[in-house]
């Protein structure tokens, strides 16, 4: 790829380059049935200075980029860098839900010191950077007594890492721990105190409702957002999607709610579906969906035979009602997904190829854009590409949706800040010192 044009005091033009629709506030070129036009990119003094239908005469353009697919930096809403890059030191014994949950729990036990969250948070984070994301979402354990550990250590990364991936941060403790109110109270504070999100994994306990309601008044009594893990399961019994739909009404909950998972939605009957979908729709509740880990793990059969669903949400069903609809990495390489690194496009032609993403694309390709950066509450910049914004900015090969979902696109050029990165991703002996 043409790299050698980057690099002229931080200005530079790209000519001919595909820009879709949904990326863009009042595209005016011609777009195709897949929504992507041919633009003209400028860039001077590291921002865009202009973007514009594509010249009819490219004959003097030494910047001609061919009809190479020209996207905005990734947002990835729910991810887990706490966990990431465990599994050489735990493994999932048997790729089930149960044995992820206590593999991961005998890891933190024993391994979780500051030093070792903070090594694979950082290895994790410059592969992040490396495949051109620039905003993430992470959930912390914070079960006792590793709240301690981790929130230091992220705050720390955080800092660390500003100007190049913007953090957040969510508790993550099952939702019986809130019964200890006392400590939760403490929890809650140190969480505000990090500027973090409040958040939680719903299960079906007989006083799930009051334990919702404590999590509701905590978070707006400390002004926080909120983000949940809920039904990630086959269970059509499971149905913390809709109780915490109805807490936000309860409350009047005028904050941001991020639910990931609610796998179980597709195995429940029709009635109980729409209900919940319209309850959701009622609220500021956005929905983001796990593809790679939901297919790795829910229906995961230990008697030798075939998984028979791929353990996704309602995706389409949610986007037909307005409802904000996200998909993101989740764990990577430990007990819960053996797999990932953080990229984002990765992810996205995962889900296109499960949920189906395609035929046609319309606007599906905000969820790993605008609508993560909603979920989030970024500024808008995050998931467009606008006049005036920062060249935050990534090249592919691929000059269509077939092209660009067909192969890695390893040899991406991600640009930060009108200047190349080098995206090279780190190597996996760096961590081999924690492994030991």
């Known amino acids: 790829m043409p790299t050698h044009l980057i690099t002229r005091n931080f200005g530079f033009s790209l000519s001919r380059v595909r820009l879709h629709g949904s990326w863009l506030d009042g595209p005016s070129a011609i777009h195709d049935v897949d929504g992507f036009g041919l633009y003209d990119i400028d860039v001077v003094d590291r921002r865009i200075a202009s973007v514009r239908p594509a010249a009819a005469d490219v004959r003097r353009a030494e910047n001609d980029m061919r009809g190479r697919i020209v996207s905005p930096c990734f947002t990835d809403c729910h991810t887990h860098l706490d966990k990431g890059h465990i599994w050489p030191r735990k493994a999932n014994p048997d790729g089930t839900f149960m044995g992820a949950l206590d593999s991961v729990g005998a890891d933190r036990a024993a391994n979780w010191s500051a030093e070792d969250v903070a090594a694979r948070m950082e290895f994790a984070l410059k592969c992040a950077y490396a495949h051109g994301t620039r905003a993430i979402r992470t959930h912390l354990d914070s079960v006792a007594p590793q709240e301690t550990v981790s929130w230091p250590v992220f705050e720390t990364m955080r800092e660390r890492w500003e100007g190049r991936i913007a953090l957040q941060a969510a508790c993550l403790l099952g939702i019986e721990g809130v019964r200890e109110a006392d400590w939760f109270e403490t929890l809650v504070r140190r969480v505000a105190a990090a500027g973090g999100v409040l958040g939680a994994v719903t299960y079906m306990v007989p006083d799930l409702d009051a334990l919702l309601d404590r999590v509701f008044r905590a978070a707006i009594d400390h002004g926080l ?189 991600v640009i930060r800040n009108g200047a190349l990165i080098d995206s090279t991703i780190p190597a996996y002996h760096e961590l081999d010192h924690l492994m030991e």
């Open 225 to 413: 957002d909120l983000d949940f893990h809920a039904d990630e399961t086959d269970d059509p019994g499971a149905r913390g999607l809709r109780h915490i739909a109805d807490a936000a009404a309860r409350h009047g909950f005028e904050g941001r709610i991020l639910v990931g998972h609610c796998c179980s939605l597709a195995r429940q009957p029709d009635d109980e579906v729409l209900a919940t979908l319209d309850a959701v729709a009622a609220h500021n509740i956005s929905v983001v969906s796990l593809p790679l880990c939901n297919l790795y793990l829910q229906d995961r059969r230990t008697d030798g035979t075939t998984p028979r669903w791929r353990g996704v949400t309602l995706v389409h069903e949610m986007a037909g009602r307005g409802i904000n609809v996200a998909v993101a990495s989740d764990n990577t390489r430990d007990p819960f997904y053996a797999y990932g690194d953080l990229d984002m496009l990765e992810v996205y032609r995962m889900a296109t190829r499960i949920c189906h993403f395609d035929h046609p694309v319309g606007g599906w390709p905000k969820t790993v854009f605008a609508n993560p950066v909603a979920a989030m509450g970024l500024d808008a910049v995050h998931g467009r590409i606008a006049v005036g914004e920062p060249a935050d900015l990534i090249l592919f090969e691929g000059r269509s949706w077939t092209e660009l979902l067909s192969r890695p696109e390893a040899d991406r050029i």
